[in-house]
């Protein structure tokens, strides 16, 4: 190559500059939060208005829960309607999905709340297992019905899954669950969305529902850049959303400033 052609190459890459640069700190706008296993999309309430209020487009997935496969085509679903880069959030089992759903090329990031992240090949019921939480050492905490599907026992769901949210709320959730299919929990993943885009994370720090110890070691493995949240129950979201919201919205801005 050569003077003049070097010459204009700079030149060129000069002017192309602050395209180049407005490309990598494109803003990231789209939200879709994924919640767990026996709740619904509302639980997200309180996370969505915040997220709102700041100006972020917000979508929550409604799993069926019928199967690990419709789940997360359900959450794929919602990913196909964003406009652009997504940042992918996920509640408990709601890991377990984003981290199969993540693959997607509009997802840019994950954040893991309260929640499983398996890697290619593992299950979380299995994962739970090896590291039992307090709802995995309570005897007949989960019931089965005779087709397959499972909930809480509504008389220890406010213990287990909402110890810090008012308890007339947490009854409620109880009373509304979504029973899932057993076959959720123990379906082995075939992708894991962490292992190629970064990711956040919080620990609930009084959950018994997934073992915080658990919550830690997918968090530390994945790289996650993670927080404690102290005290907090497996309903971290409702409990608090000022501090789910922030983390969220951090995540957000490494990828650009909302405008």
Known sequence: MNVVAVALAITTL??????????????????VLVHGAWVDASGWRPVYEILNREGYRVSMVEEPETSFAEDVAATKRVLDRQDGPTLLVGHSYGGSVITEAGVHPKVAGLVYVAAHAPDIGEDEAALGARMPSVLGKTKGAIIKTPDGFTYLDPTLFPKLFAPDLPEAEAAFIAASQVYAAASVFSTPLTEAAWKTKPSWGIVAGDDQIISPALERFYYERAKSDWIVIAGASHAVYLSHPDEVADVIMKAAASFGEIK
């Open 14 to 31: 000069v002017s192309l500059a602050p395209t180049l640069a407005l490309a990598q700190a494109a803003p990231l706008k789209n939200i």
